[in-house]
């Protein structure tokens, strides 16, 4: 059966692609929320931001895509560390229960700003005609896009693991992750690095959410409706594990993505299923962090 | 709350078993909103579904200190339950009512076995997981819930066979006044019983409260269970109310909504809820038939101020002052 095949590889490519996706925009919440222990449901509305950056320097900036995307990844940045050197220094003297209030009501902010200023239609970014139309192979046939976004997304990921293990700033980090007092007291200055790591999360959500809103539109309630997603994304792997996060991330877009095609009559169940097994299975996600 | 004397916290402690001016006052406000406020009883009465709703998540999140981001997967659960029950068995309410319960209370009984083994974190996300999973289901089950259309069409006999429900809703407001007095009732006995008051203890040291033998899985999965039924009493209680229910109802909005409320009023104090209900629905539908967008910004920032201010709500800021006039 070289159709059903070819459909499976097809399948497959996009539900990796969407699962690095997902990857992209969980990933630094699965940091803020194991390494700096802040309870962050703000983290989906950094993508939507970034979304919406890249967005208008395409719209009114005129940009072309590829220059858009890095901008608007930087705009987002910048803001996520505006704030979290302001407004997120409250949270962090909240209680957890406090944390999560305080964030979801930033989110609410964010959601009423964005719909002030874009309108509550859905949008999306029109892509370059470099990045429209098939790759094919056969009667195996993928799209561009997703093609891209899958080795964007690797990209990002393989220099976030390089720079986590090779650099002195990546050493900095995980030495205030195991033990912060002890990093403090070899002079590393820790509310520092976590504010860099922050807004390292938050740009990576952006450029998640930038590229990736031919899978998710960008809408002013993006922040509260992905949010679950990207939540469960972070629990599934194990909060404050980024390999989990990796694993998770991929697993959930494959069988959401398989999911859909193959038990349509099911659609969006079947993920929540899985996520509840591997929940019961495993309480502390794919990949608990010792200690 | 520990940090005072012993003195200080046993006497407020048997205060708390008694009713007080608070209950009168808010069984005045009742009276006052039926008599005086016949256009806004429609209003009042989602108010009072939604204080049921916020006195259930006390019970779970201020007493047993379960943190929970889906108690909406109760109340969905016991509004579609009772719907179903108004359309195939019997449109009669009060059993219309403990049908909502016992399914509500169901769910939480086995989604208990999973969310109180964890804590923190992961029991957050355990809470949201079973939530968004009855909200796929509601939603994949389109012969038996009608998906997006929401579950309509069936009719609900009048209470006790006397009061029939009336377009003003008189008869809605004041039947669901009396559910709600009488889950207050309950639940002011039961968090100053032996269970409600261990269910603290392991809210404050879980350890401890092992260590003096208390049955700490135990307890929390009784005390969760009773609130899941409560807050299916309150899903049921809408479904008798709206006679529609929607998927709206097992949304995460509804979750998050009913969590905002409580700490705007204040938890683990029972007043809380209702304090956040009154603020939150009259709040919201004011401002949203003005303006819906910045209403929600507004929300945003008093969430962020209570937080940072009043962490303990409009009940605990009210607690405060009137122990300082005590002194």
């Known amino acids: 059966m070289p159709n059903a095949l070819s459909t499976f590889l097809t399948l497959t490519v996009d539900g990796v692609s969407y699962g690095m996706m997902l990857f992209l925009i969980s990933v630094g919440?699965?940091?803020?929320?194991?390494?700096?222990?802040?309870?962050?449901?703000?983290?989906?509305?950094?993508?939507?931001?970034?979304?919406?950056?890249?967005?208008?320097?395409?719209?009114?900036?005129?940009?072309?895509?590829?220059?858009?995307?890095?901008?608007?990844?930087?705009?987002?940045?910048?803001?996520s560390l505006l704030l979290e050197r302001t407004l997120y220094q409250w949270v962090y003297k909240s209680d957890p229960l406090g944390q999560l209030l305080m964030t979801i009501g930033m989110t609410f902010v964010a959601t009423a700003i964005v719909k002030n200023i874009a309108g509550p239609q859905i949008q999306s970014i029109a892509l370059p005609g470099l990045l429209t139309g098939q790759l094919a192979l056969g009667a195996f046939s993928v799209s561009v896009y997703r093609v891209f976004v899958l080795l964007l997304s690797v990209a990002v990921a393989g220099a976030l693991w390089l720079c986590l293990e090779y650099t002195t700033f990546g050493a900095r980090l995980r030495a205030a992750v195991d033990n912060p007092r002890m990093a403090r007291c070899v002079g590393i200055n820790v509310p520092m690095v976590f504010s860099i790591t922050f807004a390292i999360g938050c740009g990576l959500a952006a450029l998640g959410g930038a590229v990736g809103t031919q899978m998710l539109p960008l809408e002013p309630y993006y922040g509260l409706k992905y949010l679950v997603l990207v939540l469960i994304v972070v629990a599934v792997?194990?909060?404050?594990?980024?390999?989990?996060?990796?694993?998770?991330?991929?697993?959930?877009?494959?069988?959401?993505?398989?999911?859909?095609?193959?038990?349509?009559?099911?659609?969006?169940?079947?993920?929540?299923?899985?996520?509840?097994?591997i929940l019961l299975a495993r309480p502390r996600g794919l990949v608990a962090r010792v200690g | 709350m520990n940090k005072?004397?012993?003195?200080?916290?046993?006497?407020?402690?048997?205060?708390?078993?008694?009713?007080?001016?608070?209950d009168v006052g808010l069984l005045a406000a009742a009276v006052v909103t039926f008599i005086f406020g016949e256009y806004y009883l429609a209003l009042a009465a989602v108010v009072v579904v939604m204080a049921i709703f916020a006195l259930s998540l006390d019970l779970a999140q201020?007493?047993?200190?379960?943190?929970?981001?889906?108690?909406?997967?109760?109340?969905?659960?016991?509004?579609?339950?009772?719907?179903?029950?108004?359309?195939?068995?019997?449109?009669?309410?009060?059993?219309g009512l403990l049908v909502g319960a016992v399914a509500a209370g169901a769910v939480g009984l086995l989604s208990g076995f999973a969310v109180l083994r964890t804590r923190g974190l992961t029991q957050l996300m355990l809470t949201l997981a079973v939530a968004t999973l009855l909200f796929e289901l509601a939603n994949v089950a389109k012969p038996i819930t009608n998906g997006d259309d929401g579950l309509s069409g069936y009719d609900v006999s009048p209470v006790l066979g006397l009061f029939q429900f009336d377009i003003f809703g008189r008869t809605a407001f004041v039947y669901g006044c009396v559910v709600l007095v009488l889950v207050y009732?309950?639940?002011?006995?039961?968090?100053?019983?032996?269970?409600g008051l261990t269910a603290q203890g392991i809210r404050e040291n879980q350890v401890r409260m092992r260590m003096l033998g208390v049955p700490v899985e135990r307890r929390l999965w009784v005390l969760y269970t009773i609130s899941a039924a409560i807050a299916g009493v309150a899903g049921a209680l809408s479904a008798q109310i709206n006679r529609i229910v929607g998927l709206d109802s097992l949304a995460f909005m509804m979750s998050a909504n009913v969590v905002v409320m409580l700490a705007l009023g204040g938890t683990g104090r029972l007043?809380?809820?209702?304090?956040?209900?009154?603020?939150?629905?009259?709040?919201?539908?004011?401002?949203?038939?003005?303006?819906?967008?910045?209403?929600?910004?507004?929300?945003?920032?008093?969430?962020?101020?209570?937080?940072r201010y009043a962490p303990e709500g409009v009940a605990g800021w009210l607690a405060k002052r009137g122990q300082r006039r005590a002194k």
């Open chain 2, 185 to 195: 009732a309950l639940l002011k006995k039961l968090v100053n019983s032996s269970i």
């Open chain 1, 237 to 277: 792997g194990g909060v404050g594990s980024l390999k989990g996060s990796l694993y998770s991330a991929l697993l959930l877009g494959l069988i959401d993505t398989w999911g859909r095609y193959y038990i349509p009559a099911l659609g969006g169940f079947i993920i929540y299923l899985s996520v509840l097994a």
């Open chain 2, 4 to 22: 005072s004397s012993d003195l200080n916290v046993i006497a407020p402690a048997f205060g708390r078993q008694r009713y007080n001016w608070t």
């Open chain 2, 271 to 307: 007043y809380g809820a209702f304090f956040g209900a009154i603020i939150f629905v009259v709040l919201s539908d004011r401002a949203a038939a003005v303006d819906p967008t910045n209403w929600l910004a507004a929300l945003g920032i008093v969430l962020i101020l209570i937080v």
């Open chain 2, 62 to 95: 201020g007493y047993g200190g379960v943190e929970s981001l889906g108690h909406a997967a109760f109340f969905g659960t016991g509004a579609y339950a009772a719907a179903l029950y108004a359309l195939h068995v019997s449109p009669e309410p009060i059993s």
């Open chain 1, 29 to 79: 919440l699965t940091i803020t929320m194991g390494v700096m222990r802040v309870v962050n449901l703000t983290h989906s509305a950094f993508a939507m931001i970034g979304g919406y950056f890249t967005l208008w320097l395409i719209g009114f900036g005129g940009l072309h895509y590829f220059a858009a995307l890095p901008l608007g990844v930087a705009a987002t940045m910048l803001l």
